[in-house]
Nanobody
Framework: VQLQASGGGLVQAGGSLTLSCVASGNIDSIIRMGWYRQAPGKQRDLVAAITTGGSTSYADSVKGRFTISRDDAKNTVYLQMNSLKPEDTAVYYC?????????????WGQGTEVTVSS
């Protein structure tokens, strides 16, 4: 599975950005996709995730501001980020979980940087 993330950039506080992640390769067994972020000096944390069944989950810090969605026809997952805050500044990584008979495997995109200025 290959993941290509895009859409990061510089935005002022209160602004919006949309991240996109295109999955390719052996995607048939993907059960979950999501976005994680990592700020300098901090660990990588889950931001939002969506399952193949459409269930979504969000970090408390982004609930009500971020929305994860997917377009199966385009093999793409989106993260719509509204009301951005300086504390949202981080490198955002696309993630996919793929289930096989040997277990579940994790795949990561290359990361896209989001900078929110105050």
């Amino acid at each position: 599975v290959q993941l290509q993330a895009s859409g990061g950039g510089l935005v002022q506080a209160g602004g919006s950005l949309t991240l996109s992640c295109v999955a390719s390769g052996n995607i048939d067994s993907i059960i979950r996709m999501g976005w994680y972020r990592q700020a300098p000096g901090k660990q990588r944390d889950l931001v939002a995730a969506i399952t193949t069944g459409g269930s979504t989950s969000y970090a408390d810090s982004v609930k009500g501001r971020f929305t994860i969605s997917r377009d199966d026809a385009k093999n793409t997952v989106y993260l719509q980020m509204n009301s951005l805050k300086p504390e949202d500044t981080a490198v955002y990584y696309c993630h996919a979980g793929r289930a096989t008979r040997w277990g579940t495997y994790d795949y990561w995109g290359q990361g896209t940087e989001v900078t929110v200025s105050s």
